[in-house]
């Protein structure tokens, strides 16, 4: 099986070894990884700033990208919504308003084909023992994107319960926000402190070594607030620690 990496914006720039993560899981699994070089930011940034226009260039440039790839994954819930769920809503509005039916087009044929990383693991590849080892006690933070939007479910704490090692602990409200979003981050940022204060806390409480998420976003924000602190408690994507195994820990 082939399948394409959507690495994203923020692993390329700020956490390059999550996308290392990725594609060394997916070679042990047998996946062979494409990694088309034309790909960029998928505009989710403009998007949520209602810059409709200036994302539909970047739509354009992504489906294009991504074209005959059977299968594209992302490491990135949020980022993986965006091609799902944002693209088409896009694609149709430009539709609607007398541009052109090509957007839409390139949005509908690319949705389908798009994976977040622990759907394509559980749903696609059909597995959730993935052969890592990850001896430490490790507790999870649902993105909201994944959560909410691709209904990710109980798969990424599936994926973790089968590491062999691994000690998973319940965070809890574990459903609630923490309060990154993207740019509301940046428009509200002593709510979004507040918010991500509140889960680092409670993270912290759990006693656990690791704060794992899917997406290095909300990790990022929630990493920043408990080196404030000085928590020892340290953030890591999901993909490192499935990724590791007992003779390579995750990627440095």
């Known amino acids: 099986m082939r399948?394409?990496?959507?690495?994203?914006?923020?692993?390329?720039?700020?956490?390059?070894?999550?996308?290392?993560?990725?594609?060394r899981l997916l070679e042990r699994l047998g996946v062979t990884v494409d990694f088309p070089a034309a790909q960029s930011c998928c505009g989710q940034p403009q998007y949520n700033t209602g810059h409709r226009y200036e994302t539909e260039p970047l739509l354009r440039r992504t489906a294009r990208a991504f074209a005959g790839h059977a299968h594209v994954v992302t490491p990135s819930g949020s980022c993986a919504a965006m091609l799902r769920?944002?693209?088409?809503?896009?694609?149709?509005k430009a539709a609607e308003e007398g541009r052109g039916g090509e957007l839409a087009d390139l949005a509908a044929e690319?949705?389908?084909?798009?994976?977040?990383?622990?759907?394509?693991?559980?749903d696609v590849l059909g597995v959730t023992d993935v052969g890592a080892y990850f001896p430490h006690?490790?507790?999870?933070?649902p993105s909201c994107h994944g959560l909410r939007a691709l209904g990710l479910g109980e798969r990424?704490?599936?994926?973790?319960?089968?590491?062999?090692?691994?000690?998973?602990?319940e965070l809890p409200g574990a459903e609630e926000c923490c309060g990154?979003?993207?740019?509301?981050?940046?428009?509200?940022p002593d709510v979004s402190a507040a918010m991500g204060t509140d889960k680092a806390d409670r993270a912290a409480a759990t006693g656990a070594e690791v704060l794992c998420g899917a997406d290095n976003s909300c990790l990022a924000h929630l990493d920043g607030l408990l080196r404030r602190t000085g928590s020892p408690l340290r953030t890591l994507h999901l993909a490192e620690i499935l990724a590791a195994t007992e003779d390579e820990g995750p990627p440095r």
């Open 180 to 188: 990154f979003g993207g740019t509301f981050a940046l428009k509200n």
């Open 156 to 169: 990424p704490r599936r994926l973790l319960a089968a590491v062999r090692g691994l000690d998973l602990v």
């Open 85 to 92: 769920e944002h693209y088409p809503r896009i694609g149709r």
């Open 137 to 141: 006690t490790v507790t999870y933070h």
């Open 3 to 23: 399948a394409a990496l959507f690495v994203t914006c923020v692993n390329d720039a700020l956490y390059p070894r999550t996308g290392v993560a990725v594609v």
């Open 110 to 122: 690319l949705a389908p084909r798009v994976y977040e990383l622990t759907e394509f693991l559980v």
